[in-house]
């Protein structure tokens, strides 16, 4: 059977070639969660992979964020766990930096035993919404920033979890050490090993940023015409820094709020449309008069939010992240130059022109972000939705719209979910329903666990 992925044998030769000093391949699979499950395979099956796929049980893509089975997703039982077909998606066969014994890794994504896409995939999610865009001669393009913790290994003395020290002298620092350039001179060998590796996997990371709490930090990633791909860099670059941070003996933190008295973690996603020509859809050709299907994009996005607020935020601890004043949307409000909203315009060249999508923590799935957020556009652009008054000054202070109203915490957001035969039209019916049914397990689960709060609050007191 030929590759239903699109990758080619050739690859698989030219890369073995090329690289004789690797002696086996990590190949991945991306579940909802954005777990990365899958296999190490040994140098002289990598050509067996690209010809045959690999065989993996349909149950991997219905898993917690634990590990454990969810049965309601369909996915288990239900079909027997039978196998499916994993296949290599062409350009993300890579070395993996600092590696010894030399490894490489290669992400790969579901199909059934006849070649077609498995539902429940999330990548295929994506491609369905770049393929419908095509369908319009219009191509999505964008890139995802990266912000993330360093911290260090071991607990503080009660047991809280506290910024990593340099990597070269072990200097710590308790301060918000945003922008300063400085505070990076002392994780310099850790940036630079990230680099390296980014440079060998050929993803575009760029500026590196102390960023808005102890111990965080952004990476940007350069601009893709295929958002695909782009959704495809934000996931190998978890996997390197998170790698590479290990190597040096610190801890790479992607929960969106991992320290309660500091702003947590985003995933801006940066979004815009290219006709068949090449021309960004969004750009105004007068300065401030911005055109019409940049309105309708941020209008889909706004009236969708509230029902989408699931993948943006799929994780209990993703609601804390959402507080006033700290540089993340708790409204669906959108604005120019303005990083207090949901749906930001950056100023700059009208050729340029794009929109920030800000909801979303790093803890988020961004093949489900990306899917989500192109389907609100296309919902805005189709039904010329007008997104509203501009927000200018303090977005935490705007009224909320009714149209669109955020869910105040987890279980609401799940509900949302369930119900939104929008989000069920985004994901596609299969992939809704295994999203939501894994995030109803895992609140059910955070739900009946006592936990150290509960003791601290009422052991003694009640």
């Not at 801890?251 to 500091?262: D, L, Q, R, V």
């Amino acid at each position: 059977m030929p590759s239903p992925s699109g990758s080619s044998l050739d690859e698989a030769r030219a890369f073995l070639a090329t690289h004789p000093d690797i002696e086996a391949i990590d190949i991945v699979l991306v579940d909802v969660n954005g777990v990365g499950r899958g296999k190490i395979i040994r140098r002289h099956e990598l050509e067996a992979f690209y010809k045959n796929s690999r065989h993996l049980p349909i149950s991997i893509l219905g898993l917690d964020i634990t590990g454990e089975d969810v049965h309601e997703t369909g996915l288990i039982w239900d079909s027997g766990d039978g196998d499916l077909r994993a296949w290599p998606i062409p350009g993300t066969l890579v070395p993996l930096h600092g590696t010894d014994p030399r490894r490489a890794q290669v992400l790969m994504s579901m199909y059934g035993l006849d070649g077609a896409p498995m539902t429940s995939d999330p990548r295929h999610a994506l491609a369905r919404q770049v393929e419908a865009f095509a369908a319009r001669g219009l191509h999505p393009a964008g890139a995802f920033e990266l912000e993330f913790f360093l911290l260090a290994n071991e607990r503080d003395m009660d047991g809280g979890v506290r910024p990593a020290g340099a990597v070269v002298d072990g200097r710590r620092s308790g301060k918000t050490e945003v922008y300063s350039v400085d505070h990076l001179h002392g994780m310099e060998p850790l940036f630079s090993d990230i680099y390296a590796a980014a440079r060998e996997q050929g993803i575009p990371a760029e500026t590196v940023i102390s960023e808005y709490a102890p111990g965080q930090y952004e990476l940007t990633l350069n601009y893709r015409a295929d958002i695909l791909r782009a959704a495809d860099d934000l996931i190998m670059l978890k996997r390197l820094v998170r790698a590479q941070a290990r190597r040096h003996g610190v801890t790479a933190c992607f929960m969106a709020k991992p320290i309660e008295a500091y702003a947590g973690s985003g995933m801006h996603l940066h979004v815009s449309l290219r006709d068949g020509e090449g021309r960004n859809v969004f750009s105004e050709a007068e300065e401030g008069r911005w055109t019409p299907r940049l309105l309708n994009a941020i209008g889909g996005l706004a009236a969708t939010m509230g029902e989408t607020m699931l993948v943006f935020a799929p994780h209990a601890n993703s609601w804390r992240r959402f507080v006033a004043q700290s540089y993340a949307p708790v409204a669906p409000t959108w604005g120019v130059n303005n990083r207090s909203v949901a749906l930001r315009v950056p100023a700059g060249d009208a050729r340029n022109r794009r929109i920030e999508h800000r909801p979303s923590g790093v803890d988020a799935n961004p093949y489900l972000v990306a899917a989500t957020v192109l389907a609100g556009i296309a919902k805005g652009l189709e039904e010329e939705l007008d997104p509203g008054p501009e927000t200018t000054g303090n977005g935490y202070e705007a009224a909320p719209d009714a149209r669109a109203a955020m869910p105040g915490d987890w279980r609401t957001a799940i509900e949302a979910a369930k119900a939104s035969a929008f989000l069920k039209d985004a994901l596609g019916a299969d992939l809704h329903r295994t999203f939501t049914a894994i995030k109803h397990a895992e609140y059910l689960r955070v739900a009946r666990t006592v936990s150290e709060l509960d003791y601290h609050l009422y052991l003694h007191e009640v």
